[in-house]
Protein backbone atom coordinates (compact mmCIF):
# COMPACT_ATOMS: atom_id res chain seq x y z
CA UNK A 1 0.00 0.00 0.00
CA UNK A 2 1.30 3.77 -0.60
CA UNK A 3 1.90 6.28 2.17
CA UNK A 4 0.45 9.34 0.87
CA UNK A 5 1.16 13.13 2.86
CA UNK A 6 -0.15 16.03 2.47
CA UNK A 7 0.82 19.57 2.68
CA UNK A 8 -0.09 23.06 1.79
CA UNK A 9 -3.46 24.38 3.74
CA UNK A 10 -4.03 27.05 5.73
CA UNK A 11 -6.27 30.10 6.16
CA UNK A 12 -6.93 31.61 3.05
CA UNK A 13 -9.11 34.63 2.58
CA UNK A 14 -11.83 34.73 -0.12
CA UNK A 15 -10.47 35.11 -3.55
CA UNK A 16 -7.24 33.50 -2.30
CA UNK A 17 -5.12 31.03 -3.90
CA UNK A 18 -3.67 27.63 -1.95
CA UNK A 19 -1.43 25.03 -3.76
CA UNK A 20 -1.61 21.70 -1.89
CA UNK A 21 0.50 18.82 -2.20
CA UNK A 22 0.96 14.78 -2.11
CA UNK A 23 3.93 12.93 -1.87
CA UNK A 24 3.60 9.52 -2.24
CA UNK A 25 6.20 6.94 -0.84
CA UNK A 26 6.82 3.40 -2.11
CA UNK A 27 6.48 2.73 -6.31
CA UNK A 28 8.04 5.39 -8.17
CA UNK A 29 5.52 7.45 -10.45
CA UNK A 30 8.15 6.93 -13.43
CA UNK A 31 7.64 2.71 -13.02
CA UNK A 32 3.60 3.24 -13.74
CA UNK A 33 3.68 3.17 -17.63
CA UNK A 34 0.74 2.21 -19.03
CA UNK A 35 -1.14 1.67 -15.89
CA UNK A 36 -4.21 2.59 -14.57
CA UNK A 37 -3.10 3.97 -11.54
CA UNK A 38 -4.33 7.17 -10.28
CA UNK A 39 -3.96 9.72 -7.65
CA UNK A 40 -7.11 12.24 -6.12
CA UNK A 41 -8.01 14.92 -3.98
CA UNK A 42 -11.30 14.44 -1.86
CA UNK A 43 -12.54 16.93 0.94
CA UNK A 44 -14.43 17.11 3.78
CA UNK A 45 -16.40 19.25 5.65
CA UNK A 46 -17.50 19.53 9.65
CA UNK A 47 -20.93 17.35 9.21
CA UNK A 48 -20.69 16.58 5.38
CA UNK A 49 -19.71 13.05 3.57
CA UNK A 50 -16.26 13.08 1.88
CA UNK A 51 -16.59 14.42 -1.80
CA UNK A 52 -14.58 14.34 -5.30
CA UNK A 53 -12.30 17.40 -5.98
CA UNK A 54 -10.37 15.64 -9.18
CA UNK A 55 -8.19 13.07 -10.59
CA UNK A 56 -5.24 12.73 -12.61
CA UNK A 57 -3.82 9.06 -14.00
CA UNK A 58 0.01 8.86 -12.60
CA UNK A 59 0.93 7.40 -16.26
CA UNK A 60 -0.89 9.24 -18.71
CA UNK A 61 -1.80 12.56 -17.06
CA UNK A 62 -5.64 12.54 -17.52
CA UNK A 63 -7.47 14.61 -15.12
CA UNK A 64 -11.01 15.38 -14.35
CA UNK A 65 -12.57 17.33 -12.09
CA UNK A 66 -15.78 17.85 -10.23
CA UNK A 67 -18.21 20.48 -11.49
CA UNK A 68 -17.85 22.39 -9.01
CA UNK A 69 -14.15 23.12 -9.12
CA UNK A 70 -13.83 23.35 -12.73
CA UNK A 71 -11.97 26.14 -14.14
CA UNK A 72 -11.11 27.24 -10.48
CA UNK A 73 -8.62 24.32 -9.75
CA UNK A 74 -5.93 22.22 -10.98
CA UNK A 75 -4.61 18.49 -10.61
CA UNK A 76 -1.24 18.08 -11.58
CA UNK A 77 1.69 15.66 -11.15
CA UNK A 78 5.49 15.45 -10.81
CA UNK A 79 6.76 12.44 -11.52
CA UNK A 80 10.34 12.77 -10.18
CA UNK A 81 8.92 13.97 -7.36
CA UNK A 82 6.53 11.84 -6.77
CA UNK A 83 4.19 14.39 -6.45
CA UNK A 84 0.55 15.02 -7.09
CA UNK A 85 -0.60 18.52 -6.84
CA UNK A 86 -3.85 20.85 -6.37
CA UNK A 87 -3.79 24.18 -7.36
CA UNK A 88 -6.64 26.13 -5.70
CA UNK A 89 -7.60 29.24 -7.31
CA UNK A 90 -10.73 31.76 -6.28
CA UNK A 91 -11.48 30.43 -3.12
CA UNK A 92 -14.49 30.72 -1.74
CA UNK A 93 -15.76 29.91 2.00
CA UNK A 94 -17.65 26.64 0.58
CA UNK A 95 -14.26 25.55 -0.18
CA UNK A 96 -13.17 25.09 3.78
CA UNK A 97 -12.68 21.25 4.12
CA UNK A 98 -10.13 19.14 5.10
CA UNK A 99 -8.35 17.42 2.05
CA UNK A 100 -7.27 14.09 1.58
CA UNK A 101 -5.31 12.99 -0.95
CA UNK A 102 -5.70 9.43 -2.27
CA UNK A 103 -4.52 6.75 -4.49
CA UNK A 104 -6.05 3.83 -6.65
CA UNK A 105 -5.28 1.24 -9.30
CA UNK A 106 -8.53 2.14 -10.96
CA UNK A 107 -9.72 5.14 -8.81
CA UNK A 108 -10.08 7.45 -12.13
CA UNK A 109 -13.60 7.43 -12.94
CA UNK A 110 -14.91 6.55 -9.47
CA UNK A 111 -15.70 9.90 -7.30
CA UNK A 112 -17.16 7.85 -4.29
CA UNK A 113 -14.26 7.60 -1.50
CA UNK A 114 -14.80 4.22 -0.04
CA UNK A 115 -13.35 2.59 -3.57
CA UNK A 116 -10.02 4.29 -3.32
CA UNK A 117 -7.58 2.24 -1.72
CA UNK A 118 -4.54 4.45 0.06
CA UNK A 119 -5.22 8.19 2.05
CA UNK A 120 -3.38 10.69 3.25
CA UNK A 121 -4.25 11.91 7.11
CA UNK A 122 -5.53 15.71 5.35
CA UNK A 123 -4.81 19.27 5.38
CA UNK A 124 -7.20 21.70 6.81
CA UNK A 125 -8.01 24.45 4.32
CA UNK A 126 -10.07 27.39 5.36
CA UNK A 127 -11.27 30.09 3.54
CA UNK A 128 -12.34 33.48 5.19
CA UNK A 129 -15.19 35.61 3.94
Known amino acids: QVHLQESGGGLVQAGGSLNLSCTASGRPFSTYGGSTYAMGWFRQAPGKEREFVAS????????RYAEFVKGRFTISRVSAENTVYLQMDSLNPEDTAVYFC?????????????????WGQGTQVTVSA
Open 102 to 118: AGDLTGFFENRAQFWDS
Open 56 to 63: ILVSGGNT
